[in-house]
């Protein structure tokens, strides 16, 4: 494998610290899987019941992030993730068929300002590729195919799940390659899952940067477990029964499992179930019954999940490339509570079939984001708080392997350690444009055990709500609520507000916010305050 004269010179300019270096030929591969409205404790590695076998096995093999934090929404999670950005200076403070002309931060698609890990890395003579929900504003020009990506196969917006199946306005079409076709083209079989069809052709991709002989980075953005949630029938029928226990004692259990785990600290206590949530025990045996069913769904597409992660897995272990690739897993945002207590179901045909249309609501989410409080949209732990799992054979070492680690990290730092393995450039312009510098650290020294170096505060703001994190305290809003203050390291749960007894560090943090805010294109939230949870809020 062979570098451009610029990246070798970067290297050889960054490159004296011998453990911070990589040869050219060593270069590795990059595998970033983002799946998509996924819960802190959903998979087995973060507390989940869900039989995750898969995925135990990436994270006893590798590094568990447990502070790993995303964008609390789609779309600026997917803006944030490929660009090493914060949403807004992406041009995606919000989600891409939002465009406020007079906005400086929400233009409904990736601005010029702002370079693709696709780009950077096509630049430093890497093979790019992805599959899935692109959902970056596809419909006003940015497309996959525009930003740095050879190879792709995606929707636009959407989640599509079946070739067959009751559609959602722009999820009723794939793009191979650019090229626009329908869902049930004999070029993509018959009878998929598009859980599996993502993974799938994503192995094809590999196939082509191993035939062109060069280093690979995929991008799989499953759109699995957003809703509409739908699974394959047998893989539901397994788990119809084992939800009847309830959330409060699911809650229970996914809590004790984290604390023996590690991945929590006895100081923080499970945060209450909120008052709109309601007990397991007064729910009516018939809406007991309908919302176990939800939750089998919802439970077979995590299944499904783990099962497209050993596809890759062992694919890239059969391609002789496994050892040499970094596989980074993670969620988008945390569990959603659209739909309200009641969550949705709707819809021809059986709960989760290709014709109902079912949400998880609330009551559901609470328990996907356990131990946490609130849930995607919010700026709480439970909707900024993701599984990440780093798995990297040649490069993580022997007695890191099954290692939790506990320094935070951000969406931002993935651009940071794409750049910093591949021994890129990251530019200062592209295509004639000023790009946005930076925002991340790398993450390759938290993988080793290792300080990130982590010399700013990280920042949040979606739909008006707001927070900090610098070192272990968070200053965190709800839209139109007052500021309150948190000890991360003793209450990551959030439940003593600290600002009274320490207005004066509230004070900094809120000013050190406000400058982020100017600096990174963050508008005024115009509202409205996301308290609508939806569809088909009925009584329960």
Same mark, same amino acid.
């Given at each position: 494998?062979?570098?451009?004269?610029?990246?070798?010179?970067?290297?050889?300019?960054?490159?004296?610290?011998?453990?911070?270096?990589?040869?050219?030929?060593?270069?590795?591969? *990059?595998?970033?899987?983002?799946?998509?409205?996924?819960?802190?404790?959903?998979?087995?590695?973060?507390?989940?019941?869900?039989?995750?076998?898969?995925?135990?096995?990436?994270?006893?093999?590798?590094?568990?992030?447990?502070?790993?934090?995303?964008?609390?929404?789609?779309?600026?999670?997917?803006?944030?993730?490929?660009?090493?950005?914060?949403?807004?200076?992406?041009?995606?403070?919000?989600?891409?068929? /939002?465009?406020?002309?007079?906005?400086?931060?929400?233009? %409904?698609?990736?601005?010029? /300002?702002?370079?693709?890990?696709?780009?950077?890395?096509?630049?430093?003579?890497?093979?790019?590729?992805?599959?899935?929900?692109?959902?970056?504003?596809?419909?006003?020009?940015?497309?996959?195919?525009?930003?740095?990506?050879?190879?792709?196969?995606?929707?636009?917006?959407?989640?599509?799940?079946?070739?067959?199946?009751?559609? &959602?306005? %722009?999820?009723?079409?794939?793009?191979?390659?650019?090229?626009?076709?329908?869902?049930?083209?004999?070029?993509?079989?018959?009878?998929?899952?598009?859980?599996?069809?993502?993974?799938?052709?994503?192995?094809?991709?590999?196939?082509?940067?191993?035939?062109?002989?060069?280093?690979?980075?995929?991008?799989?953005?499953?759109?699995?477990?957003?809703?509409?949630?739908?699974?394959?029938?047998?893989?539901?029928?397994?788990?119809?029964?084992?939800?009847?226990?309830?959330?409060?004692?699911?809650?229970?259990? &996914?809590?004790?499992?984290?604390?023996?785990?590690?991945? *929590?600290?006895?100081?923080?206590?499970?945060?209450?179930?909120?008052?709109?949530?309601?007990?397991?025990?007064?729910?009516?045996?018939?809406?007991?019954?309908?919302?176990?069913?939800?939750?089998?769904?919802?439970?077979?597409?995590?299944?499904?999940?783990?099962?497209?992660?050993?596809?890759?897995?062992?694919?890239?272990?059969?391609?002789?490339?496994?050892?040499?690739?970094?596989?980074?897993?993670?969620?988008?945002?945390?569990?959603?509570?659209?739909?309200?207590?009641?969550?949705?179901?709707?819809?021809?045909?059986?709960?989760? %079939?290709?014709?109902?249309?079912?949400?998880?609501?609330?009551?559901?989410?609470?328990?996907?984001?356990?131990?946490?409080?609130?849930?995607?949209?919010?700026?709480?732990?439970?909707?900024?708080?993701?599984?990440?799992?780093?798995?990297?054979?040649?490069?993580?070492?022997?007695? /890191?392997?099954?290692?939790?680690?506990?320094?935070?990290?951000?969406?931002?730092?993935?651009?940071?350690?794409?750049?910093?393995?591949?021994?890129?450039?990251?530019?200062?312009?592209?295509? %004639?444009?000023?790009?946005?510098?930076?925002?991340?650290?790398?993450?390759?020294?938290?993988?080793?055990?290792?300080?990130?170096?982590?010399?700013?505060?990280?920042?949040?703001?979606?739909?008006?709500?707001?927070?900090? /994190?610098?070192?272990?305290?968070?200053?965190?809003?709800?839209?139109?609520?007052?500021?309150?203050?948190?000890?991360?390291?003793?209450?990551?749960?959030?439940?003593?507000?600290?600002?009274?007894?320490?207005?004066?560090?509230?004070?900094?943090?809120?000013?050190?916010?406000?400058?982020?805010?100017?600096?990174?294109?963050?508008?005024?939230?115009?509202?409205?305050?996301?308290?609508?949870?939806?569809?088909?809020?009925?009584?329960?």
């Amino acid at each position: 494998m062979t570098r451009s004269p610029t990246a070798l010179l970067a290297f050889l300019i960054a490159g004296f610290g011998p453990a911070l270096t990589v040869l050219a030929a060593d270069r590795p591969n *990059i595998v970033v899987v983002l799946v998509d409205d996924l819960g802190f404790s959903d998979i087995g590695p973060y507390g989940g019941e869900v039989p995750t076998p898969n995925l135990d096995r990436l994270a006893a093999r590798g590094v568990r992030f447990t502070q790993a934090y995303n964008a609390a929404r789609c779309s600026p999670t997917r803006a944030s993730l490929l660009t090493g950005l914060y949403p807004h200076q992406a041009g995606m403070g919000w989600l891409d068929n /939002r465009v406020e002309p007079k906005s400086k931060g929400i233009h %409904g698609r990736l601005l010029p /300002r702002a370079v693709t890990i696709a780009e950077v890395l096509h630049d430093a003579g890497y093979f790019t590729a992805m599959t899935g929900k692109w959902h970056l504003g596809q419909q006003h020009g940015c497309t996959p195919w525009h930003r740095g990506f050879d190879r792709s196969l995606n929707s636009r917006y959407g989640e599509v799940y079946f070739p067959k199946e009751a559609d &959602r306005p %722009g999820t009723e079409k794939l793009y191979l390659n650019g090229k626009e076709l329908p869902k049930d083209s004999p070029v993509f079989g018959t009878d998929w899952y598009s859980t599996d069809l993502f993974t799938e052709w994503g192995l094809k991709f590999v196939d082509e940067a191993q035939a062109d002989n060069k280093p690979f980075f995929l991008y799989i953005a499953q759109g699995a477990v957003h809703f509409p949630l739908r699974a394959p029938a047998e893989t539901i029928a397994k788990y119809k029964g084992r939800y009847l226990k309830g959330w409060d004692t699911l809650r229970d259990q &996914r809590y004790a499992k984290q604390l023996s785990l590690g991945l *929590i600290d006895s100081k923080w206590p499970l945060a209450p179930r909120p008052a709109d949530v309601p007990t397991w025990e007064s729910r009516a045996a018939d809406r007991q019954q309908r919302f176990d069913e939800i939750m089998a769904v919802y439970a077979a597409m995590i299944e499904r999940i783990d099962v497209a992660m050993g596809s890759l897995v062992d694919g890239l272990e059969k391609r002789g490339v496994l050892d040499n690739t970094l596989i980074l897993f993670l969620s988008d945002n945390g569990g959603n509570a659209e739909g309200g207590p009641p969550g949705v179901t709707r819809g021809e045909g059986p709960i989760g %079939g290709p014709q109902s249309y079912v949400l998880l609501g609330m009551d559901w989410a609470t328990l996907a984001n356990t131990p946490f409080r609130r849930y995607k949209h919010f700026t709480h732990e439970g909707g900024i708080s993701t599984p990440l799992i780093a798995h990297w054979p040649s490069g993580i070492p022997a007695e /890191r392997r099954g290692a939790l680690e506990k320094q935070p990290v951000h969406l931002i730092d993935v651009m940071a350690t794409a750049v910093d393995l591949a021994g890129a450039t990251y530019p200062r312009e592209f295509d %004639g444009h000023a790009i946005e510098p930076m925002q991340g650290v790398s993450l390759r020294p938290g993988m080793l055990g290792k300080p990130i170096g982590r010399a700013e505060p990280i920042c949040w703001e979606h739909e008006g709500n707001k927070a900090i /994190r610098d070192g272990k305290w968070k200053l965190v809003l709800r839209h139109k609520q007052p500021w309150q203050l948190f000890d991360m390291d003793a209450d990551r749960t959030e439940l003593h507000d600290l600002v009274e007894k320490q207005p004066e560090l509230a004070a900094k943090l809120e000013d050190a916010w406000n400058g982020w805010a100017r600096r990174t294109f963050v508008d005024e939230w115009p509202g409205p305050d996301h308290t609508d949870w939806g569809e088909d809020i009925k009584p329960r």
